[in-house]
């Protein structure tokens, strides 16, 4: 049980690394697209 939970805890936080690192890539898009139009 706690293995089991703990092995879930560590796929959430895998899943959550990789949607913060799209989340900045996708930010750092942006950004260049708005240094780029102005």
Not at 5 to 25: D, P
Request: hydrophobic fraction near 50%; charged fraction near 20%.
């Amino acid at each position: 049980m706690i293995s089991f939970k703990k092995a879930s805890y560590g796929k959430i936080i895998r899943q959550n690394k990789l949607m913060f690192v799209t989340y900045i890539v996708v930010c750092l898009y942006i950004l260049n697209l708005r240094a780029i139009s102005d």
